[in-house]
């Protein structure tokens, strides 16, 4: 039946009465649009007749009432909380199979006990509660570490063992298939870098000079630090992503089960991967970004030769070693961070977008800190 | 070949859903043809068959998910698959869906979860909301569980707690699929009894995808069996009628749970 012509046939009304006895009298449909015009009102008609009832008893008439729903019970059901909190006794009249099924669950509610206590409050206990979960943070995060150190010494003495065919596929989806967005980034990078100096540059007639900025800059900086914040973008997000489904699925516990060592199975070849691709990476993107400041050093009248003559004398091996040593730390970190996050993933498909921001976000500001302290202990080592 | 426990209810005015020549597949896959049943007013409807045998996905061309290759399904007298967004939103404000799998949204809890239908669909105070989304909680027994995570419960309670979720706004049709699957014989007999009450009590016509036969042989007005070789209905009627009089083969081996047709009790 349509509810709406249901309820033009049968509209829901009430009447109260103070005499001879305090009366409630409700007729028709008593369904969701009954309820949503007359909750408020309603309900203020009953605490006025709780008063008058002055610890007296009141009647509610629901003869009349021809269908209950949900919404219907629920203002009964407040109807009788409200009278009973005014001292008045609550008499239903007339209640029908259909009003006393659906009532049914909202009194049995007022004996059920919550599953889990209400949680104490104050600062004390929200104080411990935030030592507590910085204490497992840090020991799962730790834990990892130790067993990722464990397995990658384990894949030095054994790599007979290490899942090759896996890591391969891992690095050509992080690195290979990463290359045109690594281009495209790297060139702009070149380019903006070139053009920028350029324009300080040729105030002094040094326009020569900016090969050797854009040089030392994507080699000991720029390069490294790009190629690993797309990373984390690329593959580190959907490392965690990866795993966390997979613990999500519980095929996590389904390798545990079958006597296989997730950090051998999962984590291993991801982070080898990450090694591997990173410092490749990194070398691909100072090329791609030299050639953009190749392009932008041509409109300034710096031939391609001059340029590259240019950044060969710019540039050392610790230039180069010391980028690439960064990219493999970095590329160690994103892979690291990526699976660990999908390691603590929750349960739920939020649990594993909470991973996946999570997994980008610490990789990022790890890249960055870690790249604050490669700057001062390069410097303390005069490399 | 159909084998009918009762007369096919072509003419039947008080049909809440009617199908007529339906054929469904994907693409150029056709898993059944040619289907033909009606679900009348009221009554609990249960759609059995083999695993792969189109069940759910029937239900999901009832509910407008899927679009049928051919034929006609009209829910409360409109045309699902032909109604435009809006004719096919007020068709699904007026039913209830539970999923397989129950399908609640992890990042609310049970209470959220089935109130979510009320803050779309009405402009009930949210007080009224709370307390009919704890009460329907109760009523699959979750009334004490409204303020968990669906992730910190077990399957069987997520099942209960989508059901709470797909009847929070009394809909006139409800549709469960595999609403007994997974759960223990008390819980699922408790929800038996409570399928029921929704049907009897409040006129709810309930269609239940299944093959759990002790609760369908328990709760089932009338089923409709899909027979995966013949790619139509086998039978349809009253589940015991069946079990005692049908002649198809596949039919008692289902009901009877005989393994062979030479196993099948005289």
Partial sequence: MDSTAAGAEHPFEYDATAEPGPRLCLTGRLDVQAVERHWGPLRRRARELARQAQAGSVDVDLEGVVYCDGAGAALLHALEQDLASGGAEVRFEGMG????????????????????????????????????????????????????????????????????????????????QALPIVSLIAFLLGVILAFQSAIAMRQFGGEIFVANLVAVSLFRELGPLMMAILLAGRSGAAFAAEIGTMKVNEEVNALKTMGLDPMHFLVLPKVLAGLLVAPLLALYANMIGLVGGAMVMQGFGIPWVAYFSQVTSALSMSDLFSGLAKAVVFGLVVAGVGCLRGLQTGSGAAAVGLSTTSAVVTSIILIVVLDGVFAVLFYHLGV | MTDSGMSRADDDGDAVIRVRGLTMGFDDFVLMRDLNFDVRRGEIFVILGGSGSGKSTLLKHMIGLYQPLAGHIWVAGADIAEADDARREAILRRVGVMYQMGALFGSMTLLENVRLPLEVHTDLPREA?????????????????????????????????????????????????????????????????????????????????????????????????????????AAEGDPATLRDTSNHPWVQRFLRRTDSDEERPA
Avoid: C, N
């Avoid at chain 1, 935030?130 to 464990?150: C, E, I, K, N």
């Avoid at chain 2, 309670?157 to 989508?162: E, I, S, V």
């Fill in chain 2, 129 to 233: 909301m709370d307390a009919i989304a704890r009460a329907r909680l109760q009523l699959v027994g979750l009334g004490a569980f409204a303020d968990f995570m669906p992730s910190e419960i077990s399957g069987g309670m997520q099942k209960r707690a989508a059901i709470a979720r797909a009847m929070v706004l009394d809909p006139e049709v409800l549709f469960l699929d595999e609403p007994s699957a997974g759960l223990d014989p008390i819980t699922s007999a408790d929800l038996d009894r409570l399928i029921q009450r929704l049907a009897r009590t409040l006129d709810m016509t309930i269609v239940i995808v299944s093959h759990e036969l002790a609760s369908i042989f328990a709760i089932a007005d009338r089923v409709i069996m899909l027979d995966k070789e013949s790619q139509g209905i």
């Fill in chain 1, 97 to 176: 199979r259909m009003v006393r099924e659906q009532l049914a669950p909202y009194r049995e509610l007022d004996a059920v006990e919550p599953a889990r206590g209400a949680r104490g409050g104050g600062w004390w206990p929200a104080l411990l509660d935030g030592v507590d979960r910085v204490g497992q943070a840090a020991h799962s995060q730790f834990s990892f570490v130790g067993a990722l150190t464990r397995a990658i010494g384990s894949s030095l003495r054994h790599p007979r063992q290490v899942r090759w065919g896996d890591t391969l596929r891992v690095a050509e989806a992080a690195g290979f």
